[in-house]
């Protein structure tokens, strides 16, 4: 993963790529298989994630989702962390499951969804773990079958999938499975796998002729969209770094205020966080909350942390004049 703003905030569409380490198998039989859906169903719950397409191979798994409320990284953690740990005891092994980290592209639903939904679906048959679209419908470690009604699957959100295809149940299946069909002749692996300028751009003959006429596009590996869609990630991107970094900045300032506190009073940082409330602690401990509140807008919960008290009692010393 390039470095640079974070992209993985709350609401945004994301084709994942989980795999195994050194390219091992994850999933032995079918016991495994279910339970990894039994754990994604609990944390997509759990979490308000959208689920729209799924394929489980046997090294690695494709999903395109929509974060929730907490962010993909805590619903990834959650499901991989869990899993893994299952997936040790049963077969009795020690060390790592997956590779690394999983790969998170987000992508511009406008131009992209319906392909992306087609491409991970269509995984199993590619990959000849069924033979052929008849089987894939039957398939039950692919969301296909969900989309076909064959397989029950209530934490898929398989209508928000149907309404790009159409408006009536019957009839979007019958486009959606047409759609699926010409999609099966298309390799869109390079297309679909990553972001970055080319894709960004729509091919590498895009580009050249951009670059040919002087013009310059935004490209990033992370992102998979039009140039605009990519400037406006970053943007937004750049926007919570900032103010992640500036809470930072701000949590350093009350750090560097109690060493000076602590300093001028002839007392260790432990003695002020130990609790005593004997002396000028009380004091030096309001002092310093109402500095790091009202001054550098830190939490009360940081607040408590850094000074070792209760909220409530942070609270309680702002109140006080």
Partial sequence: M?????????????HVMIRGIERRNIFLDDTDRAEFLSRMKRHVQASGTGVYAFALMNNHVHMLVKSGADGLPTFMRRLLSGYAQYFNRRHQRV?????????????????YFDKLVAYIHLNPLRAGLVRTLDELALYPWSGHAVVMNNVACTWMNRDYVLRFFGSREGAARKAYLEFVEQEM??????????????????????????????????????????????????????????????????????????????????????????????????????????????????????????????????SHMLKKT
């Fill in 2 to 14: 390039p470095r640079g703003p974070r992209l993985d905030a709350p609401g945004m569409l994301h």
């Fill in 185 to 314: 002749r298309i390799d869109r692996e390079q297309e679909l796998s990553g972001g970055g300028l080319v894709r960004s751009q729509g091919g590498w003959s895009n580009v050249v002729s951009m670059r040919r006429r002087g013009e310059q596009a935004l490209g990033d590996e992370r992102i998979l969209g039009g140039d605009e869609f990519v400037r406006e990630m970053l943007r937004e991107a750049e926007g919570r770094t900032d103010e992640q970094r500036s809470g930072i900045q701000r949590l350093e300032l009350l750090k560097e205020a109690i060493v000076q506190t602590c300093a001028n009073a002839g007392i260790s940082r432990a003695f002020l966080q130990f609790g005593s409330r004997s002396g000028e602690l009380p004091l030096l401990r309001k002092a310093l909350a109402r500095k790091a509140v009202l001054e550098y807008g830190i939490t009360l919960a940081e607040t408590a942390r850094q000074l070792g008290v209760t909220t409530s009692a942070i």
């Fill in 95 to 111: 060390g790592y499951l997956f590779q690394n980290r999983y790969k998170s592209i987000i992508c511009e639903e406008e131009g």
